[in-house]
T-cell receptor
């Protein structure tokens, strides 16, 4: 069964550093998403992406965040200058349509 | 009112029990609803979509009441492997596929 994959599984970084989280969505999916989950809190939407542009973004997704589909398979989330409060689990998801989304295993980001 | 609100947990039940989770949502224009399950520190996994007429998948039954903006999930004959957090999820219209998650209800099934 096809799956969304994410790398790395864990990332530790210093405050102020840039990080890039990588995702390989399911191959025939056209819609891509990033969510995050701070420990003990609910899953929160960050951004959706379709046809090489952002479709929707949340208030969390400020100028420090960007997304890119650099080639036909990868989908990346970049955080330009990490803050302590960016520490969270980041999930990538993909879907064939705007509805049923399948999630990757996540990247656990720790900002020190 | 919170966008998606769920029963507080945790629910501790014996194996074989029937357990029900409830959820309410605030956006009456929402059209798509889901239940996901999340194991500790893992990704949300789709359990089932929720259809207007109600739907069943094995031991799991989901119901939707649009008038009350209420969604439910019933688990019959619960197994130890059902222990997880159950997430009520709503996809509001015209928001680029954004999913709104509830806080989740933790279920612990004991032998």
């Amino acid at each position: 069964e096809p799956e969304v994959t994410q790398t790395p599984s864990h990332q530790v970084t210093q405050m102020g550093q840039e990080v890039i989280l990588r995702c390989v969505p399911i191959s025939n999916h056209l819609y891509f998403y990033w969510y995050r989950q701070i420990l003990g809190q609910k899953v929160e939407f960050l951004v959706s992406f379709y046809n090489n542009e952002i479709s929707e973004k949340s208030e969390i997704f400020d100028d420090q965040f960007s997304v890119e589909r650099p080639d036909g398979s990868n989908f990346t989330l970049k955080i330009r200058s990490t803050k302590l409060e960016d520490s969270a689990m980041y999930f990538c998801a993909s879907s064939e349509d705007w509805e049923t989304q399948y999630f990757g295993p996540g990247t656990r980001l720790l900002v020190l | 009112r919170k966008e998606v609100e769920q029963d507080p947990g945790p629910f501790n039940v014996p194996e074989g029990a029937t357990v029900a989770f409830n959820c309410t949502y605030s956006n009456s224009a929402s059209q798509s609803f889901f239940w996901y399950r999340q194991d500790c520190r893992k990704e949300p996994k789709l359990l089932m979509s929720v259809y207007s007429s109600g739907n069943e998948d094995g031991r799991f039954t989901a119901q939707l009441n649009r008038a009350s903006q209420y969604i439910s999930l019933l688990i019959r004959d619960s197994k130890l492997s059902d222990s997880a957090t159950y997430l009520c999820v709503v996809n509001p219209p015209n928001q680029g596929g954004k999913l709104i998650f509830g806080q989740g209800t933790e279920l612990s099934v004991k032998p």
